[in-house]
């Protein structure tokens, strides 16, 4: 039967582009392996019976090919070490008689080895022949290769319906694709027989994309045709970190992803049974075309991705599409200060506000306002008061409650209300202490009275603030930066150079092993991004690109090579209480009293693993 290698979709190009826009032809590894240049061993064997732990080989047969050419035979009967089963002789043939003067398995195995060397091997229901080939190169102690394995019975599947044939034996699809060679149990024949029926189920799988030695290890997976079909989309991308767009009709950006090592790798995984998500099925099946974008460092890649999918806002993402939404909690500039949540960092008197945040949703934020609200009796009235308060005002039940000094009647004055905000302010941009003492002795309270699901509440409020205050106190210090410079090692050697202006990546670039990276930190810092200052807390970015710069400048390994402005973050702030063993602590000691040497146990040497115990339900 004549072999058309697979010809690759049409429409594609071999060219990729990268940043500079201009064509780069790709090489031959980065393209993979066309299935017309893979040297396929298929091998068939006969053995005394169904399992290699109680049977034998009886005779090898296979057959070298590449692109529809045979290259090599090879043939031999094996002594099994004992008398062949009758049943075993009827339907192949082979007698004891013919085999007891064969040679043994392991005077056979490495010459079928060495003739199947860099090759990949098939074979008809390969699970049967290749476990045999493999117990067998266990009992003579010989290395197994590791060769890919191919399984044509699975391929077939794939693409041959039970209209075509009432089973997928080999003697039947060698009658369907009209084999040159009859299948007869014996090892050599059917092994020819399998070659046809390798050749002719390319064929099938060639217009569903199976067109590389690399689209063949997944071609079995239970993938809709429709989405295997676009597998040619991954082909021209190159092997590097970057970031991709799948795009639909009228070049609509469908989703925007990234791959910290290899592009191509990356976007393949999406035409493969690993691709779970329905929604990216659904996705891959509207694109028609795959953009690149090759970074010259993993979190450029991590960056890019964040501001392309802000900038498009991909109907198929589902995070970072609204990093305008993301709300703050903020201490306003007043004669008499409230709280409130805002969506955005306002330039006021730095002296006088305060910001925590940002947060993920309002809902969070709220949480946060809430454990601020539980710690200091700062009014929660949302009108503006005057400094003086008019004549016959009344004040809230939370007066009555001792939660409000009441400034809106008079009866508390601006300077002890001031008192008041700057402990509040306190708490948000430097020591939280009171805020947790004040939610640990509430959880140590409801703990002891088995409240559990208050004590839940007061947990998540008090993780709220936690995280609000501790990222602001993180973004802040990098927002207020003019220019921060940081170098890391290199994977392959060189080193990563990053820019950072203000808390957003201005530039990024590589050395290579043993070249001064001075000359290029000091081009990156003509040619990096010029970045106006922000209101800080907030950066010149978005807040997670920000955390993803943080992320990598508090990496193993980074070294600071510029900075123009002091970086630092306080003592004792929020992200000291970052780790939810430290909110244990607290309530154990709240529980408990600290003992001298500073551990909480109680009288019965308890209180610790009651706390944790807390800790780790309320985590749950």
């Avoid at 498009?312 to 709280?339: D, G, I, K």
């Avoid at 948000?428 to 208050?454: I, K, N, S, T, Y």
């Avoid at 920000?546 to 973050?569: M, N, Q, Y």
């Avoid at 004792?572 to 063993?581: C, F, M």
């Amino acid at each position: 039967m004549p072999f058309h290698p697979p010809s690759p979709p049409s429409g594609r190009a071999d060219l990729t582009y990268p940043p500079s826009g201009r064509p780069v032809q790709l090489a031959l590894d980065e393209l993979g392996t066309p299935l017309s240049d893979v040297t396929f061993v298929v091998v068939d064997l006969e053995t005394t019976g169904g399992t290699p732990q109680t049977s034998a080989i009886t005779e090898i047969g296979a057959v070298k090919v590449r692109g529809g050419e045979v290259l090599g035979e090879f043939q031999t009967l094996v002594n099994p070490g004992g008398p062949v089963p009758a049943f075993i002789s009827v339907l192949t043939g082979i007698t004891t008689a013919m085999v007891v003067e064969a040679p043994r398995i392991e005077e056979v195995l490495p010459s079928f080895l060495e003739f199947a060397q860099g090759a990949v091997l098939v074979a008809h229901n390969a699970p049967f022949d290749i476990g045999f080939l493999r117990a067998a190169a266990a009992q003579t102690h010989h290395a197994w290769p590791g060769a890919q394995v191919v399984d044509t019975v699975r391929l077939a599947r794939r693409v041959v319906t039970r209209d075509e044939a009432p089973n997928h034996k080999l003697g039947t699809l060698a009658a369907l694709f009209h084999a040159t060679v009859t299948p007869e149990h014996r090892a050599l024949a059917d092994a020819r027989a399998t070659v046809d029926v390798l050749h002719a189920l390319l064929d099938r799988l060639a217009p569903l994309g199976v067109t590389h030695l690399e689209d063949l290890a997944t071609a079995t997976d239970p993938v809709p045709d429709a989405v295997r079909r676009k597998r040619h989309l991954a082909d021209d991308l190159p092997d590097a970190p970057g970031v991709y767009m799948f795009r639909g009709p009228g070049d609509e950006v469908l989703y925007v992803g990234t791959s910290t090592t290899s592009l191509r790798a990356r976007v393949r995984t999406y035409f493969t049974a690993s691709e779970k998500r329905r929604r990216m099925a659904e996705m891959v099946q509207l694109a028609h075309a795959v953009t690149p974008v090759v970074c010259a460092t993993p979190l450029e890649a991590r960056v890019r991705e964040l501001r392309l999918i802000a900038e498009h806002s991909p109907r198929y993402n589902r995070r970072s599409r609204f990093p305008e939404r993301m709300p703050w909690v903020r201490l306003t500039s007043e004669p008499y200060p409230r709280l409130s949540i805002v969506r955005e960092v306002r330039d006021e008197d730095p002296d006088q506000t305060a910001y925590i945040g940002p947060f993920a949703s309002r809902g969070t934020a709220q949480a946060a306002l809430d454990a601020l609200h539980e710690s200091f009796p700062i009014r929660q009235c949302t009108r503006r008061l005057p400094l003086v308060a008019p004549p016959g005002a009344s004040s809230c039940a939370l007066a009555g409650m001792g939660r409000c000094g009441a400034p809106c009647t008079g009866a508390q004055s601006p300077e002890s209300y001031r008192e008041v905000t700057a402990r509040v302010r306190d708490a948000m941009l430097g020591d939280p202490a009171p805020v947790v003492a004040a939610h640990a002795e509430r959880l140590a309270l409801l703990v002891a009275q088995e409240r559990f699901e208050e004590a839940a509440g007061v947990r998540d409020r008090l993780a709220a603030f936690v995280r609000g205050a501790g990222r602001a106190q993180r973004l802040a210090p990098l927002a207020r930066c003019p220019e921060l410079v940081a170098a890391r090692p290199g994977e392959r050697g060189g080193w990563e150079l990053v820019l950072v202006r203000h808390g957003r990546l201005a530039g990024t670039a590589t050395t290579t092993r043993g070249a001064d990276p001075w000359p290029s930190i000091r081009a990156l810092q003509l040619a990096g991004e010029h970045v106006e200052a922000p209101v800080a807390p907030a950066p010149a970015a978005h807040p997670e690109e920000t955390d993803l710069v943080l992320a990598w400048l508090e990496s193993p390994g980074v070294r600071l090579v510029h900075l123009d402005d002091g970086w630092s973050c306080p003592v004792r702030g929020a992200q000291a209480l970052a780790d939810p063993s430290a909110t244990v602590a607290h309530v154990a000691a709240a529980r408990t009293g600290p003992t001298e040497a500073g551990s909480t146990t109680d009288d019965a040497g308890d209180a610790p693993s009651a706390a944790v115990g807390v800790g780790a339900t309320g985590a749950a």
